[in-house]
């Protein structure tokens, strides 16, 4: 079973989250990095721009993920002895680690959480409100990103949005060990899109596959972005999952093992395209891995 926080913690997991961005006295945001160097970035409106690891035993989730994938790890200070993780992979920042051992109590909060792109903070949190959804918190400024709020959807998956102070990373393709794609794991797939569409007026819903195919995907501007499926993991709440670009998931699974991890879902082929495995890093946070060489023909959601 994915071990993923439960509906008691997400409070606690998003004030972790939004101390670590500069939501507390003395701590000093701006040493937090942007996204993306480059000057000519464009915003990018419903795009997944970033990954942050909940964790509550770092050094375990270091070694896992630099055994894994290569990843590089490098401390950011914030002052008052407080630190951010920011995690390297060929050069490039992709994402976040979070020290979560102090808020979690009794429950395990470990989880990566997306960081999606908006246009308008204020008309996102408005939709967020008005579809039952979860404000955590007001927006918080974060000098070399942007403007940051932590939410939870209707049927509870937690997400931060950012309304970026220039624009996101452009699109590349991924090699192994990048970020590959993203999911939400929904409860009500329905209602998800329609709130997702509401959120981000730039998505289009599409689907994978001729009209009876349950897969669906938000789409932005002609993009794929990210897909909707139904809850396909028994005894989890609703939440978002991110797919990493492996060469082997085969390979790929038994090192996880091997470095203190665990295998939910053996390799297999996906029908959608490729070779699909669902791992747990060493204190539960859940991802996935994929071999994906989609057809230059096909319109992948990828």
């Known amino acids: 079973m994915i071990r993923l926080p439960l509906n008691g913690a997400r409070l606690a997991l998003a004030a972790l989250i ?21 000057a000519d970035t464009q915003p990018m409106p419903g795009k997944v721009v970033w990954h942050d690891l909940l964790s509550e035993d770092p050094p375990a989730a270091q070694h896992f993920y630099a055994g894994l994938f290569g990843w590089t790890f490098r401390d950011v200070g914030l002052g008052r ?8 992979h060929d050069g490039r920042i992709i994402g976040g680690l979070v020290d979560a051992r102090r808020i979690g109590g009794d429950v395990n909060v470990s989880r990566w959480i997306p960081v999606l792109s ?5 008309a996102a949190l408005a939709a967020v409100r008005t579809a039952g959804g979860t404000v955590y918190q007001a927006p918080l400024d974060i000098p070399q990103r942007g403007r940051v709020a932590v939410v939870a959807d209707p049927q509870g998956a937690v997400l931060t949005l950012l309304e970026p102070r220039g624009g996101d990373p452009a699109d590349r393709r ?19 899109l329609a709130f997702y569409q509401s959120l981000v ?10 009209a009876d195919s349950n897969y669906r995907y938000l789409s932005a501007d002609g993009a794929p ?12 709440a609703d939440t978002w999952m991110a797919y990493v670009k492996v060469s082997d998931p085969t390979a790929t699974a038994a090192a996880a093992e091997r470095l203190g991890g665990a295998v939910l879902l053996p390799p297999r082929t996906n029908p959608l395209g490729g070779e ?4 747990n890093d060493p204190t539960g ?10 057809d230059p023909g096909h319109k992948a959601a990828r």
């Open 285 to 294: 946070a859940g991802f996935l891995v994929q071999r994906w060489e989609p």
């Open 225 to 236: 972005r990210v897909g909707v499926t139904a809850i396909p993991v028994d005894r989890i």
């Open 174 to 192: 991924a090699g192994p060990g990048d970020w590959l794609w993203n999911e939400i794991w929904s409860s009500d797939p329905d209602a998800t």
């Open 201 to 210: 007026p730039e998505y289009e819903v599409e689907r994978i596959g001729d």
């Open 276 to 279: 699909v495995a669902i791992l």
């Open 81 to 88: 002895g407080q630190n951010y993780t920011v995690i390297e």
């Open 18 to 38: 939004l101390m670590v961005v500069g939501g507390c006295a003395g701590l000093d945001p701006a040493r937090i990095p942007p996204i993306d160097t480059a």
């Open 118 to 122: 908006v246009a308008d903070m204020a």
